[in-house]
Nanobody, 115 residues
Framework: QRRLVESGGGLVQAGGSLRLSCAAS????????MAWYRQVPWKARELVAI??????VDYSDSVKGRFTISRDNADTVTLQMNNLKPEDTGTYYC??????????WGKGTLVTVSS
């Protein structure tokens, strides 16, 4: 059964760094893209960064130059977040597109950036 498990959230002061990781439990060979989304209360979930199976990456304008997404191996995606700002606060969700097998989400990990 496919599952995504996030880790690495926490509390950090503005200007600090955090590293989020997401591990897929099965079916990793069929993954076409992995991504990180962020959600805050009363707002829609927004795309933060995405990486394709070919290595192409894209970022939201708000995090360009500060965040880096990477796939360390076939089943893990990481998000290195530097120079964090209070507006980066939110629950971060890992997402993976397994092609015909569909799209899966992790349960989320909370990131809190204090000013």
């Amino acid at each position: 059964q496919r599952r995504l498990v996030e880790s690495g959230g926490g509390l950090v002061q503005a200007g600090g760094s955090l590293r989020l990781s997401c591990a897929a439990s099965a079916g990793v060979d069929s993954i076409t893209a992995m991504a990180w989304y962020r959600q805050v209360p009363w707002k829609a979930r927004e795309l933060v960064a995405i990486i394709s199976s070919g290595g192409s990456v894209d970022y939201s304008d708000s995090v360009k130059g500060r965040f880096t997404i990477s796939r360390d191996n076939a089943d893990t995606v990481t998000l290195q977040m530097n120079n964090l700002k209070p507006e980066d606060t939110g629950t971060y969700y890992c997402n993976a597109d397994f092609g015909r097998q569909g799209e899966y989400w992790g349960k989320g990990t909370l990131v809190t950036v204090s000013s």
